[in-house]
């Protein structure tokens, strides 16, 4: 459903932007990236396992994902544009790791638990900062992102996303991308009627992507 609704939105999106005479980029990529909740070597031994993170479980993933964007300009040669993305992240390798209360302080047990992770789903969108260059252009897209680890069963992760990257023209208008992905989910709403949101809750995302698009349109200058 939520795959129906984003990509609606994208065409939605594409056609007023081109019937306003605007240039889109167009872009689709590979991408690695990492998941985690866990910041620290050791890990902490005085927390309580009700607090942060939630139920005591750390997480390590690693994941596989395609992503999909569009970068607006509404300008000619316009160094700021709107940018939005799709990203659906799906899991290779995932270990989870719980705090159990010893005699000595917390005693953390591993375990290998891909097998309970689900694909990531995110979408987002913000302005997107652009050095042009006859060949290149370099790029800062700061995005809202809000998504899910489980097909928004539980809730709804709310966070910002960062994603500097660059363009190489190969014509006019197809080009090669590469970018490095940062995103800080910093909440999570609850579909709860006990909670409105996950106290404590946090999970980072670093990543790279290498992949292609087109340039659609001629803004006026």
């Known amino acids: 459903m939520m795959r129906k609704v984003s990509s609606f939105l ?82 290779y390798h995932a270990e989870s790791i719980i705090p159990v209360d ?36 370099l790029l800062l897209p700061i995005r809202l992102s809000i998504g899910s680890y489980d097909w928004f069963t539980s809730g709804i992760v709310v966070g910002v996303s960062i994603e500097p990257g660059v363009s190489v023209f190969l014509t006019e208008d197809f080009f090669l991308t590469f970018s490095m992905t940062y995103d800080a989910h910093l909440m999570k709403f609850l579909f709860s009627l006990r909670e409105v949101y996950d106290s404590g809750y946090i999970m980072l995302t670093a990543g790279a992507s290498i992949g292609g698009g087109i340039r659609l349109g001629d803004a006026d200058a």
Not at 36 to 43: E, V
Not at 67 to 81: E, H
Not at 109 to 131: I, K, L, M, N
Request: hydrophobic share 35%; proline share 4%.
């Open 102 to 137: 010893g005699e000595n302080g917390w005693v953390y047990e591993s375990e290998d638990s891909t097998e309970r992770q689900h694909t990531g789903f995110f979408f987002g969108a913000g302005p997107v900062f652009c050095y042009h260059t006859e060949r290149m252009d």
């Open 10 to 91: 994208l065409f939605l999106l594409v056609s007023i932007a081109l019937s306003a005479g605007a240039s889109l980029d167009l872009r689709s990529s590979f991408e690695w990236s990492y998941d985690t909740n866990s910041f620290s070597s050791p890990l902490p031994s005085d927390y309580s396992t009700q607090g942060y993170p939630n139920g005591g479980e750390f997480l390590k993933r690693q994941n596989l994902g395609i992503n999909l964007g569009l970068d607006v300009y509404f300008a000619d040669s316009s160094r700021v544009g709107l940018s939005v993305f799709t990203s659906f992240r799906f899991p």
